[in-house]
């Protein structure tokens, strides 16, 4: 598709950018999302937990919308190709959705292997189905609203509806992720005041599970808040006419949750689930356990 090249992009009624993008900041952080998905894929691999699959699809989306935020950015300013702009702002806006799926189906794994059934608000069996449900929704919303912003410059009218669409699926998705937070927190609440049998099992480190989901999703709901806001201001304000704030405070953010899952990975549960005793670490390396010595011993 050929670029039309407008000279008066920084004052224009609508542009793909304000600013001239850094293709350096694109191409490291197209690098890290790539590493990080091949780490949590070997990841879940390694521990089986195939319930992370979304996370892991989380990161590749990343990886694709840098990729072409990229090629994007190597086009002449002004001149910019409606394609990689597409590619880049639908994928690196829909990433934290499929992070956030992931979230939604570990506290489900963390109250089957409490047994905490009675202790959570929302049936076990539906917790995934009902918040993922919420995020869908949202993501339908967001797919269709950069469709509108990517044609808004043939009709510069569709990129006002594009944003109001964006940003009410943002304010809505940041609302759906504080109630599943709240849903979270109650059931902590509760397992705290009358823990389960199963629970009270040393192997099981329900509560250290809970402060993983918690400061991953704090990272997810930071991210979304800063995105609602940029949106908000509109295409003249401070935060989308200045590339920093969003390599901080999405991309950054992002790389950095992602990265505290390669550190605190959830695996360990997967392994329980099964009945069986975790054969390596939540560390980075996935160290394997010496024979002889127990999993306590063993255990950071």
Known sequence: MASVCNPNWQTATFSFYRYVPSVAAAVIFCLLFLSS?????????????????????????????????????????GCWRMMPY?????????????????????????????????HVIIKRRVITKTFLAGDLFCLFMQCAAGGLMGGSRAVPKLAKIGNGIIIASLILQLVWFA????????????????????????????????????????????????????????SDGVLQTTEVYFYIMDSLLMFLAV???????????????????PECTNGLKLLVKPAGMSWRQFRP
């Open 179 to 234: 109630f599943f937070v709240v849903v979270a927190l109650m059931f902590h609440r509760s397992m705290k005041l009358m823990p389960t049998r199963a629970a009270s099992r040393s192997e099981i480190r329900w509560l250290s599970y809970l402060w993983t989901l918690y400061i991953f999703s704090f990272f997810v709901m930071v991210r979304s808040l800063f995105r609602a806001i940029e949106f908000i201001e509109g």
């Open 259 to 277: 990265t505290y899952l390669h550190w605190k990975h959830p695996g360990e549960i997967a392994a329980l689930l099964r009945s069986e005793e």
């Open 86 to 118: 597409i590619i880049q702002s639908v994928f690196i806006l829909l990433a934290p959705a499929l992070f956030s799926a992931s979230v939604y189906v570990l506290l489900g794994r963390i109250v089957k292997l409490t047994d905490g059934d009675s």
């Open 37 to 77: 998905t091949i780490v949590h894929l070997w990841q879940m691999y390694r521990t089986k937990a195939w319930f992370l699959g979304a996370l892991c699809g989380g990161c590749f989306a990343e990886f694709i919308g840098y990729a072409a935020r990229t090629a994007s950015a190597r086009q002449e300013p």
